[in-house]
Antibody, heavy 123, light 106 residues
Framework: QVQLQESGPGLVKPSETLSLTCTVS??????????WSWIRQPAGKGLEWIGY???????NYNPSLKSRVTISVDTSKNQFSLKLSSVTAADTAVYYC???????????????WGQGTLVTVSS | AIRITQSPSSLSASTGDRVTITCRAS??????LAWYQQKPGKAPKLLIY???TLQSGVPSRFSGSGSGTDFTLTISCLQSEDFATYYC????????FGPGTKVDIK
């Protein structure tokens, strides 16, 4: 079955760029049936969708983060990545990658999810 | 942006209880709603999508209903492994999650 695994630095300095990668196994990011998202969760708080990418490179971002977010896909490595610029302490969270269920409409639920990775923004 | 509220924010229940959690959208979202269960330190797990469709492998004691603006998640007979936080998510527009409902042991 499809599995997702996040990787990247656990500590980022304020004003710098957070970079994470999600590696997909048991499935292909090139499948047109799905799309690939990033979602985050500050400690003790709720879930916030960051954005998604489709295998073609088409993206959509949360309006509240759009000016700072870039999501890209590397089909040769079966990975997709997140970059969040100009981070502050408010960006400290567990970051999850997840698969969106409907690649054609790209408005759907998410399943499965990666296990999540904690990113702390601190000097 | 569509806003999502959940009620209650927390509840205490006993094994065997029937539990109902409500999710309300600030505007009509048809049946574009999913429910997730999250346990501490774990990723959310999909339970229900399209408001009432049970995800494969999810026990039948979980059920969902509703359309438009008002939705419910019901656990018919609470089991020990069901103590967790539950989130709804609308996907009518860009995804927005509810604030969560924590179900703990009475």
């Amino acid at each position: 079955q499809v599995q997702l695994q996040e990787s990247g630095p656990g500590l980022v300095k304020p004003s710098e760029t957070l970079s994470l990668t999600c590696t997909v196994s048991g499935g292909s990011v090139s499948s047109g049936s799905y799309y690939w998202s990033w979602i985050r969760q500050p400690a003790g708080k709720g879930l916030e969708w960051i954005g998604y990418i489709y295998y073609s490179g088409s993206t959509n971002y949360n309006p509240s983060l759009k000016s700072r977010v870039t999501i890209s896909v590397d089909t040769s490595k079966n990975q997709f990545s997140l970059k969040l610029s100009s981070v502050t302490a408010a960006d400290t969270a567990v970051y999850y990658c997840a698969r969106g269920a409907d690649g054609y409409v790209r408005k759907s639920w998410f399943d499965p999810w990666g296990q999540g990775t904690l990113v702390t923004v601190s000097s | 942006a569509i806003r999502i509220t959940q009620s209650p924010s927390s509840l205490s229940a006993s094994t065997g209880d029937r539990v109902t959690i409500t999710c309300r959208a600030s505007q009509g979202i048809s049946s574009y709603l999913a429910w997730y269960q999250q346990k501490p330190g774990k990723a959310p797990k999909l339970l229900i999508y399209a408001a009432s469709t049970l995800q494969s492998g999810v026990p039948s004691r979980f059920s969902g209903s509703g359309s438009g603006t008002d939705f419910t998640l019901t656990i018919s007979c609470l089991q020990s492994e069901d103590f967790a936080t539950y989130y709804c998510q609308q996907y009518y527009s860009y995804p927005v999650f509810g604030p969560g409902t924590k179900v703990d042991i009475k």
